[in-house]
């Protein structure tokens, strides 16, 4: 039975409403979530608390990681440097997300996501703090850049999982993607932010903010009230049969394991762009650090604004639908990217903020889809496997894409990945299976 109607643990102990015969099932609620759980009368002031910490560790996130980003690429001027940075923040979420969904379903998640923003946070101290002494240099912050993802690793999949037991089932794919449109925000002024105060205070000042960052939402994490379902037959397994557990909950959906490899092949294609965007200011437009920041504001400009239309749209009812739209979207904006004459950085800027705009349709209709076809139980595993195959894919992109884009150019680079990207959303919405996902 736990599996059906698994235990629910937070401050305050609620249940699945019993079968009959079973326990007495509490008093309706007048609002469920999208698990099916009675939501209390201030979900709202909730989702608020956690949301508020959040986007302002995003703002100093982002702003000490545009600040790593332009140190490398002004030290190097290497797309190789910067890909191998890429990698070294996505590689550990991809392998340790999984272990990070494990933990989820076993522990309160409310704690692990507090641990896991009170570790980044400290890394970004002892970052700054060695920074200050004089002790910057790549593999320092290759090392900064790894722990922080180990971090990620365990917060995001306890966050996704949270979430439908936090909202109703209407509002689950709005405040999806209201974590792209924080970081969307975030992005917009984060990397001038960030560059104005590496070239006036000093590196060191940047990391010091993302600590003071990670303070901020362990204050809005400790006071939301975050439930957590346990499922009891996974606290005696071994992790590898949890993992199973994790990936048969997926696998029950075909068309969501479809959907997932596709969505997987598109980080693939599309994340070498976030590696090498830097570089093509820098190199192909002849761009400074503030040039590259205007592309990066532009883009999360663009973010916000497919952010802001998918929250007041909802997504329709077509979601693995839209995903496919999305693809074809980016992939026709990246290769006309790379058919620009060097003298077009305006028309680049431009097309960047297009290109985001359909970017943001993908990753909260394909959380959304997984969420309800996902048991709760399972979720965070569920959410571990999402993340790993995403963030190992988007390494494996950027490894590749890296190598390529140093032998072709990085026009000529920008060309091709947008013509794959292109491919594949033309595909995506074929099999049947998929398009059920649409249906049911």
């Not at 190097?76 to 890909?83: E, K, Y």
């Not at 109703?168 to 993607?177: F, G």
């Not at 992939?331 to 058919?339: E, N, S, V």
């Not at 947008?418 to 959303?425: F, K, P, Q, T, V």
Request: charged share 10%; hydrophobic share 55%.
């Amino acid at each position: 039975m736990t599996e059906q109607f698994p235990h629910t643990r937070s401050d305050n102990v609620t249940q699945r409403p019993a079968e009959a015969g079973g326990a007495p099932a509490p008093e309706p609620a007048s609002t469920l979530s999208a698990a099916g759980l009675p939501l209390p009368k201030n979900w709202l002031a909730v989702i608020a608390f956690i949301w508020a910490g959040q986007a302002v560790s995003m703002i100093t996130s982002y702003a000490a990681g545009y600040a790593v980003v332009w140190y490398v690429t002004e030290s190097t001027g290497s797309a190789l440097a910067l890909a191998v940075m890429n990698i070294a923040v996505m590689l550990p979420i991809g392998l340790i997300s999984p272990f990070g969904g494990v933990v989820a379903d076993k522990h309160n998640r409310k704690l692990i996501m507090i641990a896991a923003d009170g570790a980044v946070g400290v890394i970004s101290l002892v970052a700054a703090l060695l920074i200050l002494a004089g002790d910057v240099s790549i593999p320092l912050l290759l090392a900064v850049c790894v722990a922080r993802a180990v971090g990620q690793a365990f917060h995001s999949p306890a966050m996704m999982a949270a979430m439908p037991m936090l909202v109703p089932d209407k509002h689950l794919l709005r405040i999806n993607t209201l974590d792209q449109l924080l970081a969307s925000v975030a992005s917009i002024g984060a990397p001038a932010f960030g560059i104005f105060l590496y070239t006036t205070l000093g590196f060191s000042s940047v990391m010091f903010l993302d600590f003071a960052g990670a303070c901020v939402a362990i204050l809005g994490l400790a006071l939301a009230k975050i439930p957590t379902v346990v499922d009891a037959s996974a606290e005696t397994q071994h992790v590898l049969a949890n993992l199973a557990d994790g990936w048969r909950a997926i696998a029950k959906t075909r068309g969501l394991v479809l959907l997932i490899a596709g969505v997987t092949v598109g980080m693939m294609i599309f994340g070498p762009l976030s590696a090498v965007c830097p570089l093509m200011t820098y190199d192909y437009f002849g761009g400074d650090g503030y040039a590259a920041s205007i592309v990066e504001g532009a883009f999360g400009v663009g973010m916000l604004v497919g952010s802001g239309i998918l929250i007041a749209w909802g997504g329709g009812k077509r979601l693995a639908g839209l995903i496919a739209v999305a693809a074809v979207i980016v992939g026709a904006t990246t290769a006309a990217c790379g058919l620009l004459p060097s003298s077009a950085f305006p028309a680049f800027v431009g097309l960047m903020a297009l290109m985001a705009v359909a970017c943001a349709w993908f990753n909260g209709p394909t959380m959304t889809l997984t969420q309800r076809n996902v048991p709760d139980d399972k979720m965070g595993r569920a959410m571990g496997l999402l993340t790993a195959a995403m963030g190992l894919a988007t390494p494996v992109g950027v490894a590749i894409g890296g190598v390529l884009a140093e032998v072709m150019g990085i026009a000529p680079f920008f060309l091709v990945d947008g013509l794959a990207c292109l491919a594949l959303g033309l595909v995506l919405y074929l099999p049947k299976s998929v398009r059920a996902l649409d249906e049911g």
